[in-house]
């Protein structure tokens, strides 16, 4: 048996008073960077024993040396795992799961995501507005159910002291540091607790009686291995018109003329060639640091979102953006770039920059729509050759 001074130590859940007393100073106008960088290394410290316990490691608790419990445990007849450090400390496997037994320390693969990317980004937070908003935006976040698409609990249920209720009760409380963020917690929570009453199924979004198709989206981050899959989209687009490029009132600006097309140009989904040359590039851009996030209706992906890791002046760029055609006109598109915006602003980074091609139409209408204004209109170079026009959006 492990003696009681010696049993393995995991870093506490956070006192919801240390993160009310920093809601309360943001709500007043207050700053106190100090306070914020306590509760941001508590979040981080958390975060990282949820990660080490998932992954069954362990932290020596007398010579501080890290090491798989399962491994060291297969190479010892009777099930215990010694220090592999030599320190002669050792722990067997019902001493092992005993000590993780209601630390809220398990959970499913999207907790791995989230905790992943909190761990990676919160050192890089360059300023106190910057930290806030990305321990915001992880508090806030939710386990979903990958073949239903459904809330299950909130993450906060790993990181804050309380059960799920008092946790729960707890952020519906706080301040609203991300007002619109808020709004979609506490639209998200109303659905976890249908979920659980029963009275919301799984299936296709427009097929859930009385809720709203943009709802039953599992929006998260990719895996490398998850990249292959983007491929399977239908990318096909019919327009029935195009933007021209012509001069603009002044004489010595450019303006966006539409015209219709009779009958509609159809340009067809990837092929073979298209789809390999995409996917080398998706591994390159993945290997770089780029951001995806996928789009998931069922279990199933139907759109995803590409965001550049290297910065353009202030911004980042959206290098792409696609929903598969039979998933089109549900929201899909814009709960993609909400969520590149939030990742955005969480770092610290001031505009989003993207391009979309003169034929398409659609996009250019729905950027426009969403707050992106045209910084620029590239001409059709030669003949077949579409035209660019860039947006920008201020965060």
Not at 66 to 74: P, S
Not at 334 to 348: D, M, Y
């Amino acid at each position: 048996m492990v003696n009681e001074p010696e049993r393995i130590r995991w870093a506490p859940k956070v006192a919801p008073a240390l993160i009310e007393r920093v809601y309360r100073d943001d709500a007043a106008g207050l700053c106190d960077e100090a306070l914020i960088d306590d509760l941001g290394i508590r979040l981080l410290l958390r975060c990282e024993a949820v990660l080490r316990a998932m992954r069954g490691d362990v932290q020596c608790p007398r010579c501080g040396r890290e090491f798989n419990f399962d491994g060291q445990a297969a190479k010892s007849v009777d099930g215990v795992a010694p220090c592999p450090a030599g320190c002669g400390w050792s722990v067997t496997r019902q001493d092992y799961r005993t000590n993780k037994r209601h630390r809220e320390l398990n959970g499913a693969d999207t907790i791995i995501r989230i905790f992943d990317s909190f761990v990676a980004e919160y050192p890089n937070c360059r300023t106190a507005r910057d930290k806030l908003l990305r321990i915001d935006r992880l508090i806030h976040d939710f386990h979903w159910d990958a073949r239903s698409s459904l809330p299950n609990r909130s993450v906060s249920n790993n990181l804050i002291e309380g059960n799920h209720k008092q946790v729960i009760e707890f952020l519906a409380n706080l301040s609203a540091v991300d007002p619109e963020r808020k709004q979609r917690w506490r639209a998200t929570v109303d659905r976890m607790w249908k979920r659980r009453r029963g009275e919301l199924k799984a299936g296709p979004p427009e097929r859930i009686a009385g809720e709203s198709r943009r709802m039953n989206i599992l929006i998260r981050e990719l895996g490398f291995d998850e990249l292959g899959s983007l491929a399977e989209l239908d990318a096909s687009v019919s327009n029935d018109a195009v933007y021209d490029v012509v001069a603009g009132e002044s004489g010595t600006s450019l303006a966006l003329q539409k015209r219709r097309l009779d009958p509609p140009a159809d340009r067809p989904t990837w092929g073979a060639n298209e789809t390999a040359s995409r996917l080398r590039l998706w591994r390159e851009n993945y290997h770089q640091g780029c951001k995806f996030w996928g789009a998931f209706a069922g279990g199933r992906l139907v759109g995803f979102c590409l965001l550049s890791s290297e910065m353009i002046g202030n911004a980042l760029q959206i290098y792409s953006i696609f929903v598969d055609r039979a998933s089109r006109g549900k929201g899909i598109g814009s709960r993609l770039i909400a969520e590149a915006e939030g990742h955005c602003r969480s770092i610290g980074v001031k505009a989003i920059y993207l391009t979309t091609t003169l034929s398409n139409v659609k996009a250019i209408a729905f950027y426009r729509k969403i707050g992106y204004r045209i910084v620029g209109i590239h001409d059709r170079a030669c003949k077949d050759a579409d035209g660019q026009v860039a947006f920008c959006k201020e965060l």
